[in-house]
């Protein structure tokens, strides 16, 4: 048989075969859908061929979208629908952050003197008051004022009444208060010998009368990180004692009593600390280590910027709505809290990812993890991961949202994402 002759008998042939295989595949009413994969290859040897994703067993109850550069969707389930996002929603926050405040903005704490031993603290929300950065400030103050008999925190830039959804009033450190002045995130690392005796795990953090205090919850024997301000204020006052301890062991002398109040007229200005890092950098790391503390202190911040101190829960709402729907094109969603932390913020898949589009020029500032340059989310019951990944250099990167509000383990997020990487891969070749 001369070759085009060939040809001709083994397409019929091939032809022949799938259809074969399609009828005795629809007689099995799809319970095997390996067997069409397994007959195209079989008899059409040019064929390739991999069993479609199971969307709807893979993820739970969620949702997914994938989707090219230039929004051509590549895998999509119930995308339109909204989702408790957890902290994939760090990303939102982030973005309004860096287009209304700016990259390179610096948060400032005022400092004053009534010319005699009053020392004053004019709190800006910064969140980044970690006890290096405190025993700086104390350093720069005592060349200001040596003796120091009372310190005076004003708050008035945050609300009294701050209460985040979703947190509670617990000794985890993600559920430490937010407040216009707080040192090292309410938290304190702490270890309570097996004779009982508490010290302080951190060797570049003072032990202070508050951390002595929350330290004889722990068990003998251990170690632990232990939020601090179940009540906003105590957040304040641990801030305050922990630059009392540095401006003591800079030289400073004096009782160093601590007290919230007004800073009158007629106090003078001595120094005004920059935050070290801008807020780019500052983002970097919240998104990193997934800092709720950190993000709603931005959140608040946004709200002031937006409409004016006091910060309140209320004006971080309109700010954070105002910037995703006019920047972003969001409509038909609810930001509670800027952290992912309450159940009642609901995106959906498709918003996610028209948020990852404008958040391109920014991707840099989120981590990245077996190949995927991505923010985390986790709640009990949320499993969520958004971001992008390249499956080939013939598809290209593609952004990519999946939001699951079901039980399943923590990084099962990632066992998702690998299963629509190997897909689109496999597709592509």
């Known amino acids: 048989m001369q070759a085009p002759q060939n040809r001709r008998f083994l397409a019929h042939l091939s032809a022949l075969g799938l259809t074969v295989a399609l009828r005795y595949y629809r007689r099995m009413k799809f319970r095997y859908p390996l067997l069409l994969c397994a007959s195209l290859l079989l008899f059409s040897s040019p064929a390739r061929c991999q069993p479609e994703l199971d969307l709807p067993t893979l993820l739970k109850n ?83 004022i040596t003796t120091i008999n009372h310190i005076v925190i004003d708050t008035s830039l945050f609300s009294d009444d701050i209460d985040i959804d979703g947190s509670e009033r617990s000794s985890n450190p993600y559920d430490a208060k937010n407040a216009a002045f707080v040192g090292n995130f309410s938290s304190a690392h702490l270890t309570r010998t097996k004779s009982g005796a508490i010290v302080s795990a951190e060797e570049q953090t003072p032990l202070t009368p508050l951390a002595r205090q929350a330290g004889l919850r722990l068990a003998k024997g ?114 509670e809290e800027g952290s992912g932390l309450s159940r009642k913020n609901k995106v959906s898949a498709t918003q996610m990812n028209q948020l990852l589009s404008k958040f391109d020029r920014y991707s840099w500032l989120l981590p990245e993890q077996e190949g995927f340059i991505a923010k985390t989310g986790s709640l009990r019951g949320v499993n969520s991961l958004a971001g992008y990944f390249t499956p080939d250099e013939q598809i290209g990167r593609v952004r990519f949202s999946i939001l699951i509000n079901s039980e399943v383990p923590h990084l099962y997020k990632f066992k998702v994402a690998n299963e629509l990487r190997n897909y689109l891969k496999n597709k592509g070749n």
């Open 62 to 144: 969620g949702s997914v979208r994938v989707e090219t550069d230039d929004g051509t969707p590549l895998l999509r389930y119930r995308d339109n629908e909204r989702f408790v996002p957890a902290s994939t929603l760090k990303v939102a926050t982030s973005f309004c952050a860096l287009e209304k405040l700016g990259a390179k903005h610096h948060f400032e704490t005022l400092f004053f003197s009534d010319g005699k031993d009053t020392l004053f603290i004019k709190g800006s929300g910064d969140p980044s008051l970690v006890s290096e950065t405190l025993e700086s400030v104390a350093t720069q103050l005592v060349a200001r």
């Open 222 to 335: 251990k170690t632990e990180r232990v939020n601090l301000s179940t009540d906003w204020p105590v957040g304040v006052q641990y801030g305050g004692e922990l630059l009392a301890e540095f401006l003591k062991q800079n030289g400073a002398r004096g009782s160093m009593r601590i007290t919230r109040g007004a800073i009158p007229s007629s106090a003078r200005a001595i120094y005004t600390h920059r935050s070290p890092q801008n807020l780019e950098q500052m983002l970097k790391a919240m998104l990193k280590y997934s800092t709720n503390f950190t993000a709603n202190q931005i959140f608040l911040t946004l709200g002031v910027a937006e409409f004016g101190a006091p910060a309140t829960v209320s004006k971080g709402q309109r700010a954070m709505r105002g910037c995703l729907e006019q920047l972003v094109g969001w409509d038909d969603f609810h930001v």
